[in-house]
């Protein structure tokens, strides 16, 4: 069973930024892509960022240009870098990794943003 271990979330006031650690248990390039997806309450999760074992990287265009994901092969850890937060980033964010159909979730962090 694969797991994966999540941190970095917090409070950050309005403008502030946080950076998401995701590590698996097992090496990052034995995944198609990983991900990071968020969920508001009442809401069903929707995808942040996505990287592909080839490195391509896909955003939401809600994100794009203040959160970038990455990976460090040498940590085995995938990241989402998030700057400019602003309160409607609130949620609880998710790491997924996916390997042709199977898909593995994280535990969650969440990330507030408040003044």
């Known amino acids: 069973q694969v797991q994966l271990a999540e941190s970095g979330g917090g409070l950050v006031q309005p403008g502030g930024s946080l950076r998401l650690s995701c590590r698996p248990s097992?090496?990052?390039?034995?995944?198609?892509?990983m991900a990071w997806y968020r969920r508001t309450p009442g809401q069903e999760r929707d995808l942040v960022a996505k990287m592909t074992v080839g490195g391509t990287t896909h955003y939401a265009d809600s994100v794009k240009g203040r959160f970038t994901i990455s990976r460090d092969n040498a940590k085995n850890t995938v990241y989402l870098e998030m700057n400019n937060l602003e309160q409607e980033n609130t949620a609880v964010y998710y790491c997924l990794a996916n390997r042709l159909y199977r898909n593995w979730w994280g535990q969650g962090t969440q990330v507030t943003v408040s003044p």
């Open positions: 097992e090496s990052i390039f034995d995944f198609n892509h």
